[in-house]
């Protein structure tokens, strides 16, 4: 299957700082890639799709303005979650999809904000 | 009302059984389909996608789509520990075929 990277796997930041995630397809182009995140023992929750080349289109309830998604280039999204609090650890996920509408995952990053 | 349904489990089955898992879906005009496997901190993996009624079978895993029910399954054949995990269905929309809509996962255990 296709081959999806996500950097960092780990971050532990302060209150207030901001981190910058990113999400790269390796063996294949990927106009639409998405974002999920995910809490212990629940399901994934789709936070936004990105579009290289346009806008991010948020899910209800996601604030743009906290979770900045750019999609640079047809292998690179980037997720910043801006200025993160406590609330906002989580395991943050990327996906990238083929011509097949086939969404592969990248490994994830956990994220905790002290 | 969900669009993606799933049995959540736990479903517990000795090893070298057949796990069948079994997922509905409410959007008749979705065209793909999906199953993924998560294990415990980590990220879903792709094993099996299928896009036209009937079986597709990889190895010890057998999809099975019947569109007119909105009813898609996974059989697990020769269950082994290391296929404890969560399953994952997945569906695309008639709005939009890139995103997915995921069932809320199906908890596999396989008793050695």
């Known amino acids: 299957g296709a081959v999806v990277s996500q950097h960092p796997s780990r971050v532990i930041c302060k209150s207030g700082t901001s981190v910058k995630i990113e999400c790269r397809s390796l063996?294949?182009?990927?106009?639409?890639m998405f974002w999920y995140r995910q809490f212990p023992k629940k399901s994934l929750m789709l936070m936004a799709t990105?579009?290289?080349?346009?806008?991010?289109?948020?899910e209800q309830g996601v604030e743009k303005d906290k979770f900045l998604i750019n999609h640079a280039s047809l292998t690179l999204s980037t997720l910043t979650v801006t200025s993160a609090h406590p609330e906002d650890s989580s395991f943050y996920i990327c996906s990238a999809t083929t011509n097949y509408n086939e969404q592969f995952f990248g490994p994830g990053t956990r994220l905790t904000v002290l | 009302q969900k669009e993606v349904e799933q049995n959540s489990g736990p479903l517990s089955v000795p090893e070298g059984a057949i796990a069948s898992l079994n997922c509905t879906y409410s959007?008749?005009?979705?065209?793909?389909f999906f199953w993924y496997r998560q294990y415990s901190g980590k990220s879903p993996e792709l094993i099996m996608s299928?896009?036209?009624?009937g079986d597709k079978e990889d190895g010890r895993f057998t999809a099975q789509l019947n569109k007119a029910s909105q009813y898609v399954s996974l059989l697990i054949r020769d269950s082994q520990p290391s296929d404890s995990a969560t399953y994952l269905c997945?569906?695309?929309?008639?709005?939009?075929?890139?995103?997915?809509?995921f069932g809320s996962g199906t908890q596999l255990t396989v008793l050695p």
């Open positions: 063996d294949f182009q990927a106009t639409t």
């Open positions: 959007d008749r005009g979705s065209q793909s």
């Open positions: 990105s579009n290289e080349g346009s806008k991010a289109t948020y």
């Open positions: 997945a569906v695309s929309g008639t709005s939009s075929a890139r995103q997915l809509t």
């Open positions: 299928i896009y036209s009624n």
